[in-house]
């Protein structure tokens, strides 16, 4: 059964002209180590007007870069830091609250807790390319390619194809390996 996934998993449009898009970036790169990762211990961000490391509530930082501080720090392996950064975003119901959310917890070992994240996140966006390669990701871990499949899919009737989304997918279909950011 697992030849079928994996030959049914390499029909699917694949453009690969397209760049690797890091997810929840605008980049075809991890998130670089800045002050938040490097200096910066527990649940604490860089300010850059404070010139310090402070609690997420305390900072300037907007939800845009809160986001890529949680990313940043998730990207380090530090789940639950990017978790307490999580609880400063002003959002809660936000897609992209919700993904990141469903990534730590996963990340963290609470598997059923994140697909009720990733799902949440496709309720208030169906369009969620990222949290669609996650929970997929997630389904992979879990042994069930065909519903991570199912996901590749969906990446690629909106749009996916070809971005990071689909293909760190596509590859953890192939491997069983997943990523971390």
Known sequence: MRITLLAAALTLPLFVA?????AGSGNDT????TQTSKDCKGVRVWDETKQRCVKPKESRLDDGQLYEAVREL??????????????????????????YRGFTARKLGHVDVAMAFYQQALDANPDNLLARSYMGQGLVAQGDSVAALAQLREINARGGAGTWAATSLRTAIETGVTYNY
């Not at 991890?30 to 180590?33: I, L, S």
């Open 18 to 22: 397209a760049p690797l898009y890091a």
């Open 30 to 33: 991890a998130p670089k180590p």
């Open 74 to 99: 998730a990207y380090a392996g530090r789940y639950k830091d990017a978790q307490g950064v999580l609880d400063a975003m002003s959002d809660q119901s936000d897609d992209r609250v919700l993904t």
